[in-house]
């Protein structure tokens, strides 16, 4: 054969010539499927719109609007019941606090309440309504205060001090007041921390019941100026500094006369003017006040996120603590990340991954 024909192309002809006959049935499957594969990827963009119209949340029952989500007109009615079912023999709850944004968050320290054996002697309070009902959904205990009252803290991750975040932290402080006012002691936590052991406990075996605020420091005593701020003493008011030592985020106020009052000056001043969110007003009033007793928690014990995540060897100095707190930084994700960084995070990971994507979804039709 001439040189010039082995490089020749072959024809159409001659490749179907040298192709073996396909069989009518594989050749009709093969079509069928080249057929779903173009009509899955043209109504793709249509399944997902209708996948997010479904409701990821359960309705509710009317026992239950009843219950945890009652009218203005009867939210002081239910609180109360909680109260009476929830709290431990020495007359104490634990109110924790969660916004829609925070809500991972917020199961986290719940599921540690439980594991510490307080499962059954904490109030959620939801700030806005899709957190209560998440919540709610997830088998926490949460009440919804503003239902049907024209109110709601739909705020998202608001930004630290910024009027937002003022107007939603500064909340807390009229559920506190309505629990001591109800005659109960309130360990306030915020969602941002853990607790590896009962803080109530502690308090109830280490510390004489001779003050009216026992509360978290914001650092270290080393760093607090005056060495005196130790639980082993108790304060009377002003306290003798001029640094802001005192955290809101973890403290634990009783219900007498003086305690009472304190809560019910904290909110004075934050719903006069929300310039100054809780921890500043708080701050402010112990400094500045007389009248108050105040003990401070052991800052090796009850730790919080300054002198805890920035010292990676705080654990081999002063062990595991009771309770951490992640202040000291902004942002969910930064939060979240320290907690999960020093084994603070306790919901199983296919769990979380289920929990992520609902929340998702949740803000995203919300901020729609």
Partial sequence: MPDHHKGARRSPRTLTRLL??????????????FFLFFLFFLLLPLLHGSR???????????????LFFPAADRFD??????????????????????????????????????????GAHYITV??????????????????????????????????????????????????????????????????DSGVSRNPLEYIH????????????MEDLPSNCGDPFFWNSTVHE?????????????????????????FEQKLWTRVSYNETYFEQVSMNIILINTSGFRVRFFDPFLFACGKAYFRDPKFEE????????????????DIKRGALVSRDWWVVPSREQKRIDEMLKMLLKRRSS
């Fill in 20 to 33: 073996p006959p396909l069989p009518p049935a594989l050749l009709f499957a093969l079509l069928f499927f």
């Fill in 52 to 66: 997010e119209s479904v409701p990821l949340l359960p309705e509710l029952t009317e026992a239950d609007r009843n």
């Fill in 77 to 118: 009615q239910e609180y109360a019941r909680l109260h009476k079912e929830r709290a431990t023999t020495d007359g104490d709850i634990v109110l924790t606090f969660a916004n829609l944004a925070f809500c991972d968050m917020h199961l986290n320290l719940v599921r540690q309440l439980h594991a510490v054996g307080l």
């Fill in 126 to 191: 939801a700030l806005d309504r899709q957190a209560a009902r998440f919540l709610h959904a997830q088998g926490v205990c949460v009440i919804f205060p503003f239902e049907h009252s024209g109110s709601n803290f739909s705020l998202g991750d608001s930004r630290y001090a910024t009027p937002d975040y003022n107007h939603l932290v500064n909340q807390k402080v009229l559920f506190t007041l309505k629990t001591v006012e109800l005659g109960y002691n309130a360990l306030v936590i915020d969602t």
């Fill in 205 to 216: 075996l280490h510390i004489p019941p001779d003050f009216d605020l026992l509360v978290e």
């Fill in 237 to 261: 008011t002003p306290l003798p500094c001029d640094e802001f030592i005192s955290s809101a985020g973890f403290y634990y106020v009783r219900a007498t006369p003086a305690g009472v009052r």
């Fill in 317 to 332: 100095k002063y062990g595991r603590p009771v309770s951490v707190h992640a202040n000291w930084m902004t942002g969910h």
